[in-house]
């Protein structure tokens, strides 16, 4: 069985488990993401991760033909936490406007760590697994595909750390090809002549079939842009990019309030409604009410997600309230000095 295949044969399977990225310009840019090729997308991490959420978001959505389908998220990073954690907010937001269930969703999604290269090795025989036991799963998504040839922490055999990354994307390409599988990679950009290029360039250029970069918007644009580098559907080009309502909204998150009453609305039922006591349900409508009045405040920032700020929102009106009591007190003792010295 050939692994190959060509434009033509690709174009004509253009229906056949298209994942499709919920924007019409990269859409038809790339023409959606699809089985038996090699997608490999590069440039800031937010850019990687918003196009990531949209892709996994689409893949779990029921179709006829797999009821239930299922993918497989390969997060390949050094041991800080931040670098193999997912944010299920923006997810969780993506997949409640399709209409899916959340905890059905989620449950479909298989997400797989490696710290190491030889870790990244071993997981290609994990997704081997993996895809043989299911026939339902999707799409494959790998990010930092190439990261930890240059993380790993064994500075004097890079040789050996390089092969091992290698094998385990050729392994991985070959095993999503021979189960009709969407395979999508993220890569670090380094610096080029005339633009960035994905790290490892040499080899990722041999083995992908579609690279994108993004990059975010230059001065004077309204949306980020995208730039296919390599593909047998089309010459090399750009175009700018947004996501579903952007285009109108002018915006690439939904507004804070809205964004704000979905999530009390999961709250309430999920975590208020569960609480035993009263006087606990009686503290976090005091707790709503003071995240409503600094929603500002919450809208302001942009660095944390929705619920670090309420969580960090609550923790401000408790000093305060801390402060308020310990003022009364001094206050209290004040007055209590001056009747005991009359």
């Given at each position: 069985m050939t692994l190959f295949i060509d434009a033509q044969q690709l174009a004509s399977n253009a229906k056949v488990n298209t994942i499709l990225t919920d924007s019409l310009q990269l859409d038809e840019l790339i023409g959606?993401?699809?089985?038996?090729?090699?997608?490999?997308?590069?440039?800031?991490?937010?850019?990687?991760?918003?196009?990531?959420?949209?892709?996994?978001?689409?893949?779990?959505?029921?179709?006829?033909?797999n009821p239930e389908p299922e993918a497989v998220y390969?997060?390949?990073?050094?041991?800080?936490?931040?670098?193999?954690?997912?944010?299920?907010?923006?997810?969780?937001?993506?997949?409640?406007?399709?209409?899916?269930?959340?905890?059905?969703?989620?449950?479909?999604?298989?997400?797989?760590?490696?710290?190491?290269?030889?870790?990244?090795?071993?997981?290609?025989?994990?997704?081997?697994?993996?895809?043989?036991?299911?026939?339902?799963?999707?799409?494959?998504?790998?990010?930092?595909?190439?990261?930890?040839?240059?993380?790993?922490?064994?500075?004097?055999?890079?040789?050996?750390?390089?092969?091992?990354?290698?094998?385990?994307i050729a392994g991985m390409k070959r095993i999503c090809a021979s189960s009709g599988v969407s395979l999508v990679g993220s890569a670090r950009e380094v610096s080029g002549k005339r633009m960035p290029v994905p790290e490892a360039s040499s080899y990722l250029d041999h083995?992908?079939?579609?690279?994108?970069?993004?990059?975010?918007?230059?001065?004077?644009?309204?949306?980020?842009?995208?730039?296919?580098?390599?593909?047998?559907?089309?010459?090399?080009?750009?175009?700018?990019?947004?996501?579903?309502?952007?285009?109108?909204?002018?915006?690439?998150?939904?507004?804070i309030r809205m964004s704000f009453e979905g999530l009390l609305s999961r709250l309430r039922s999920e975590y208020r409604d569960a609480?035993?006591?009263?006087?606990?349900?009686d503290a976090f409508d005091r707790l709503v009410e003071a995240w409503s009045a600094e929603l500002g405040a919450i809208s302001y920032a942009e660095s944390l997600s929705l619920m670090d700020l309420i969580l960090l929102t609550g923790l401000v009106d408790d000093r305060r309230v801390s402060d308020e009591l310990g003022s009364r007190l001094t206050e209290f003792e004040r007055r209590l000095s001056q009747l005991e010295q009359k």
């Open positions: 959606g993401v699809k089985a038996q090729i090699l997608y490999l997308f590069y440039g800031e991490d937010d850019l990687i991760e918003t196009l990531f959420r949209h892709l996994l978001a689409n893949s779990l959505k029921p179709t006829e033909e390969i997060i390949c990073g050094n041991y800080r936490m931040e670098h193999i954690v997912v944010d299920t907010e923006p997810l969780t937001r993506l997949l409640e406007s399709s209409g899916q269930g959340l905890e059905d969703a989620l449950r479909r999604v298989h997400v797989l760590v490696a710290s190491s290269a030889d870790q990244q090795a071993n997981l290609t025989a994990e997704l081997e697994r993996l895809v043989s036991m299911s026939r339902s799963i999707r799409l494959v998504l790998v990010k930092g595909i190439y990261k930890l040839s240059r993380d790993d922490a064994r500075k004097r055999n890079r040789g050996r750390v390089a092969e091992e990354v290698q094998r385990s083995l992908a079939g579609i690279i994108v970069y993004l990059r975010r918007r230059e001065r004077g644009g309204r949306f980020n842009r995208a730039y296919v580098l390599k593909s047998p559907l089309t010459a090399q080009r750009s175009v700018e990019y947004c996501y579903g309502d952007e285009k109108y909204l002018g915006r690439t998150t939904p507004p609480l035993v006591k009263q006087g606990r349900r």
